[in-house]
């Protein structure tokens, strides 16, 4: 069934176009048995996904380094800052950091593929004329080197990264790429696999399609008030 017409597409990266939920969850894993910290369990850490790495691991990680601490992540609701871009405490965060990317690009060796659908359905919808963005909690070097490794970087037309504006669910990522490309609301729309980015569409006041595929599952998609959810790639050209 197709819904209203839409000028931007604004896609989420990890576990919307590309598979890589397993590799995140595992790095972060393999990241606090390196550093000695408590474990999160697989819920916890893909309820992060989409943070920014350091407020991700504000999370996950409240004591940071303090080993006489245990991480309450799972036994307290996490509220969200205001600024989750505040770069003012980041130190006791900077080892855990470069082990996860020591992780993610060196040690593990998860493949992070595209999902099979994804590159179709970029093409396809860059054939249609719809303006595509990403908004993603990567870092600008992260999604750079993505971009470049999978070729689909030419089809997006801007992109925010978590270290440039406030992380999700601030709607700043997305607040930012409409007043960059002249895209009122009611124009935009957001697709993303975890709750983190429908809650910032939510917050932007655009429309959102939830990925089932991704970090959480349907039930928890529909909290932030999706207009549709997919469990393929390909089911999005079902909606535009």
């Known amino acids: 069934m197709k819904i209203k017409q839409y000028d931007l597409v604004i896609f989420d990266w990890d576990g919307t176009l590309m598979d890589s939920i ?131 970087g030419r089809y997006f037309v801007a992109s925010r990264c978590a270290d440039e504006v406030h992380s999700k669910p601030h709607p700043e990522m997305i607040s930012s790429l409409l007043k960059e490309l002249n895209i009122a609301p009611n124009r935009a729309l957001m697709v993303g696999d975890s709750l983190l980015d429908l809650t910032m569409a939510a917050n932007a006041g655009i429309d959102s399609i939830g990925v089932t595929y991704g970090a959480h599952s349907a039930e928890k998609l529909l909290q932030a008030g999706p207009i549709a959810l997919i469990d393929s790639p390909a089911q999005l050209l079902q909606y535009l």
Request: charged share 20%; net charge negative; proline share 6%.
């Open 22 to 152: 397993g590799k995140i969850i595992t790095c972060i894993e393999n990241m606090a048995k390196a550093l000695r910290l408590p474990i999160p369990t697989e819920s916890d850490i893909r309820d992060i996904i989409g943070l920014s790495m350091t407020e991700a691991l504000r999370v996950l990680f409240p004591h940071g380094l303090n080993l006489s601490a245990s991480s309450a992540y799972s036994q307290h609701q996490y509220q969200y800052p205001k600024n989750a871009f505040s770069q003012s405490e980041d130190d006791p965060y900077l080892q855990m950091r470069a082990e996860f990317k020591a992780q993610y690009l060196h040690l593990d060796t998860t493949p992070t593929p595209l999902f099979a659908q994804a590159p179709i359905l970029i093409d396809e919808l860059h054939a249609q004329g719809y303006q595509l963005a990403v908004a993603t909690g990567k870092a600008r070097a992260g999604l750079d080197r993505v971009f470049a490794q999978t070729g689909l």
